[in-house]
């Protein structure tokens, strides 16, 4: 099925700047809503940005200002470009994608993807 799958993470010093990218293998019209999510060690997975269909955004408090999430109107897939970079946003970034899927009989699903590493160090 559909599997989304992140890249662009890495090691990055603060104030520093990275850009993740998620692909989803499924067609633009069929994709729905798209979300970051990341998990920081000992904490619980908090929704970073997302992003609607239609190209409306909405971020958590932590990253506004600092992130922003987008959608390639050409290929099936979305990026968040991480400005600024804090310690803080150390975790697991993970892609989360909506997609109808099915044939004649169609259900809206959410796909995982597998998440990439950022660490913000010094």
């Known amino acids: 099925q559909v599997q989304p799958v992140e890249s662009g993470g890495g090691l990055v010093q603060p104030g520093g700047s990275l850009r993740l990218s998620c692909a989803v293998s499924?067609?633009?019209?069929?994709?729905?809503?798209m979300t970051w999510y990341r998990q920081a060690p000992g904490k619980q997975r908090e929704l970073v940005a997302t992003i609607t269909s239609g190209g409306s955004t909405n971020y958590a408090d932590s990253v506004k200002g600092r992130f922003t999430i987008s959608r390639d109107s050409a290929q099936n897939t979305m990026y968040l470009q991480m400005n600024s970079l804090k310690r803080e946003d150390t975790a697991v970034y993970y892609c989360?994608?909506?997609?109808?899927?099915?044939?004649?009989?169609?259900?809206?699903?959410?796909?995982w993807g597998q998440g990439t590493q950022v660490t913000v160090s010094s």
């Open positions: 989360y994608a909506e997609v109808w899927t099915g044939g004649d009989y169609q259900v809206l699903q959410g796909y």
């Open positions: 499924a067609s633009k019209s069929s994709t729905n809503d």
